[in-house]
């Protein structure tokens, strides 16, 4: 059974950073694609960052300049590096291969103003 745990979220002011980890617990992680996700209260999940398995990157317009993903395919761990936080990241940050994995619990992420 594939599972991923996502950490690293917490509560951080306007203009802060966090580092958020997601560890999986399945040897295929090098051969997906990875992504980060976040859902807002009353809102939909949306995909936010993006990694493929050879490395290549693509970001929501909304976290451009701001987030960074990585990934250490020895550690099976994902990461974002998110800069410059708003009050309008606040939300639980999830990961994912393109939603072909269970879910995990996520991460809070809350942004002070």
């Known amino acids: 059974q594939v599972q991923l745990v996502e950490s690293g979220g917490g509560l951080v002011q306007a203009g802060g950073s966090l580092r958020l980890s997601c560890a999986a617990s399945v040897s295929i992680f090098s051969i997906n694609a990875m992504g980060w996700y976040r859902q807002a209260p009353g809102k939909q999940r949306e995909l936010v960052a993006r990694?493929?398995?050879?490395?290549?990157?693509n970001y929501a317009d909304s976290v451009k300049g701001r987030f960074t993903i990585s990934r250490d395919n020895a550690k099976r761990t994902v990461y974002l590096q998110m800069n410059s936080l708003k009050p309008e990241d606040t939300a639980v940050y999830y990961c994912?291969?393109?939603?072909?994995?269970?879910w995990g619990q996520g991460t809070q992420v809350t942004v002070s103003s």
């Open positions: 994912n291969a393109d939603g072909r994995m269970p």
């Open positions: 990694i493929s398995s050879g490395g290549s990157t």
